[in-house]
């Protein structure tokens, strides 16, 4: 088992179950000098996508996840890294009680300018930082994000 850091649509249990058959929520965490930004236009959902993007003294909230190699595998197909949409990374992120997790993620491999997201993939994203009652200042910065 690995430590996988969520903070896209993946922030959600039911798309994380139609991907993974073993996984299990470890804690919220925060990925500091990085932003989320939509830098990658997905064919799939027709619209702009999650990443993450060096910037200092921003952070992106997401949650790590406990999954087995099969379960990376799995993820490694969906996020396209045969085709070069994402690259695997291994970060450092901070949890509740600011202990640092090594985790490993994804990142968009060609980053274009932002491209918006559509209302319902975002609203994925949305929903999922309330569930897990990620701080109000980065939930509103997310229900400002300009949407298709």
Known sequence: ???????????????????????????????????????????????????????????????????????????DKKEGVASGAYKRIEVDVINVNEKTLTAQTYCVMNKQNFIKPSKEYLSIIIESSKKQNFPKYYINSLEKTETL
């Open 1 to 75: 088992m690995a430590y996988y850091f969520a903070y896209g649509s993946n922030l959600s249990g039911s798309e994380m179950d139609k991907w993974c058959c073993d996984y299990k929520l470890v804690s919220v965490v925060k990925l500091v000098d990085y932003k989320l930004d939509f830098t990658r236009f997905s064919k799939n959902r027709q619209c702009g996508v999650a990443d993450i993007v060096k910037s200092s003294n921003t952070v992106v909230w997401g949650v790590v996840y406990d999954i087995g190699e099969d379960e990376f595998i799995s993820l």
